[in-house]
């Protein structure tokens, strides 16, 4: 297929049942959103909002960012049409002098972790928990949180469900990644059992089912055409990354801080 990735390892660990499983789950959209905004470009830095009296950022209104890369449609974007306080997060390379971050940006060279660490390359990985402590957040309403950070969001979602700072986001617009990632020796990109973020297919999965039982529901989902792959044991084309945007059906105003 024109655009597609050939596999060149196995598929043979990877079982077809899961397989469906996954991508029926990314592909419902049982949230309920009438008026919806793209933010951003259509393109990869773009996540799409929903506009619902529930669900629409308020004022004031506080999102966070994680993992940009210096692109900043998203926020730019979010600023002009809500006014919120933005918080964007990624430590991968430093803030050099030419780098221009928009006006109404607070960036923080500081990344999303499951703990509080320092990783090899020496970037600060902090929890949730930890930087909305740090922040003076602690309980306080989220109106957008984006994640997209390669693959490690499977690590990392779980200790934010664990932590039930979920409870007072809003909305989450989210890149899911599936079971491919590159291989640095070939430069392939191949299926493997160390997944995105380390993480099984199957603990995928897992994550994105424990998101819908807390309260978040799909109401848009893009595959990233990019990522489209054929699986020539199953003679189907899948894409491994898909951009998410959920609602939180459960959120409670009363019980989080504006």
Not at 88 to 109: A, C, E, M, W, Y
Request: with cysteine.
């Amino acid at each position: 297929m024109k655009g597609s990735i050939p596999l060149p390892d196995s598929t043979s660990f990877l079982d077809e049942n899961l397989l469906n499983e996954y991508f029926n789950y990314v592909n419902k959209q049982e949230g309920l959103c009438h008026k919806q905004k793209l933010c951003g470009s259509e393109g990869e830095s773009g996540y799409v909002v929903c506009e619902d009296h529930k669900y629409k950022p308020g004022f004031p209104c506080t999102v966070y960012s994680f993992g940009s890369r210096f692109q900043f449609d998203f926020e730019v974007d979010v600023i002009k049409n809500y006014d919120c306080e933005i918080h964007t997060f990624d430590p991968s390379q430093p803030l050099r002098k030419d780098i221009k971050i928009p006006s109404g940006v607070n960036f923080h060279l500081i990344g999303i972790a499951d703990t509080d660490f320092t990783n090899d390359d020496g970037w600060e990985m902090q929890t949730l928990s930890s930087i909305m402590r740090k922040l003076g957040h602690s309980r306080k309403t989220i109106d957008i949180l984006k994640i997209d950070i390669e693959g490690w969001e499977w690590k990392v979602l779980p200790d934010m469900l664990l932590s039930r700072e979920l409870k007072c986001v809003k909305q989450l617009a989210i890149e899911v990644h599936f079971g491919l990632q590159i291989n640095k020796t070939t430069g392939f990109e191949t299926f493997s059992r160390n997944n995105w973020g380390f993480v099984s297919s199957n603990e995928q999965l897992d994550v994105l089912q424990k998101l819908l039982a807390f309260g978040f529901n799909i109401f848009i989902s893009k595959a990233n055409p990019v990522s489209n792959v054929f699986l020539k044991r199953f003679c189907r084309e899948i894409t491994t990354c898909n951009v998410l945007s959920l609602i939180n059906i459960d959120f409670e105003p009363s019980k989080c801080q504006i």
